[in-house]
């Protein structure tokens, strides 16, 4: 802890002396013998702080300063440049600290670009809570595969439709926990679906779904397991997913 002039914050943590301090001195004792530059009432050693401070919050701080602009913790004056980088939209009343925690999301793509399932599970638990419940895929021989024609050794002609195909498809099964209003549901959802687009390949889809709250579930082995579409099934259009 240290006060005063070589600490212009009111208190200052960890050992050895503060660089500021340093360049002071430095500057004090390049001054030679002719002027007394240690004593603190004259006018020289006034003089060299305002140097020492110019070169170690302007030069070396500066310094610093720009190295926080990479890191997504600290980064301020090109929050916004590295905001319009990824593509990212904060809110207008976003806190700066809820625009760098998105962003340090970001970033951490491109540091986790192996073991995308446990990321994505990981991402999920985060983002989800108690929301969410598993990830499931559909099977090749679920899938629905259209081919363009029949030349192809693979799929289903439909013409009106060619190269589609859900085999690149992941299913999030989610639950409403105890306490959660329809409102906090959805709301979850919504965190979910922008933290799945910043890591999901751009050849994959994936919903976020939940089973019949009337009627039984169907669980397809290499498919949906509490799949089941109803006519009559509440919230069947924002939730349910087919079985077939």
């Known amino acids: 802890?240290?006060?005063?002039?070589?600490?212009?914050?009111?208190?200052?943590?960890?050992?050895?002396?503060?660089?500021?301090?340093?360049?002071?001195?430095?500057?004090?004792?390049?001054?030679?013998?002719?002027?007394?530059?240690?004593?603190?009432?004259?006018?020289?050693?006034?003089?060299?702080?305002?140097?020492?401070?110019?070169?170690?919050?302007?030069?070396?701080?500066?310094?610093?300063?720009?190295?926080?602009?990479?890191?997504?913790?600290?980064?301020?004056?090109?929050?916004?440049?590295?905001?319009?980088?990824?593509?990212?939209?904060?809110?207008?009343?976003?806190?700066?600290?809820?625009?760098?925690?998105?962003?340090?999301?970001?970033?951490?793509r491109f540091l986790d670009a192996t073991a995308l399932h446990t990321r994505i599970v990981q991402t999920l638990k985060a983002e989800l809570g108690d929301v969410f419940v598993q990830i499931e895929y559909i099977s090749y021989a679920n899938a629905v595969i259209n081919v363009p024609d029949s030349s192809y050794p693979w799929g289903t002609v439909n013409a009106a439709a060619p190269w589609s195909s859900t085999t690149a498809v992941m299913l999030v099964l989610c639950q409403k926990p105890a306490g959660y209003s329809e409102g906090d549901y959805y709301a979850a959802l919504a965190r979910a679906t922008p933290a799945l687009d910043a890591i999901m390949p751009a050849w994959m889809k994936f919903y976020l779904y939940r089973g019949p709250q009337t009627y039984p579930a169907v669980n397809v082995s290499g498919g949906p397991s509490r799949g089941g579409f109803y006519f009559d099934d509440p919230g069947n259009m924002d939730n349910c997913v087919f079985s077939q």
Do not use: C
């Open 1 to 108: 802890m240290a006060y005063g002039g070589y600490a212009p914050f009111p208190k200052r943590f960890g050992g050895g002396r503060p660089r500021l301090r340093l360049v002071h001195e430095t500057l004090n004792a390049a001054r030679g013998t002719a002027v007394d530059a240690s004593d603190p009432d004259n006018v020289a050693w006034v003089e060299n702080m305002a140097y020492a401070r110019a070169i170690t919050f302007d030069g070396y701080g500066l310094n610093e300063r720009l190295g926080n602009q990479w890191n997504p913790d600290r980064m301020t004056d090109m929050l916004p440049r590295w905001e319009a980088i990824f593509g990212i939209r904060p809110a207008p009343d976003a806190t700066a600290k809820s625009r760098r925690d998105v962003l340090r999301k970001r970033f951490r």
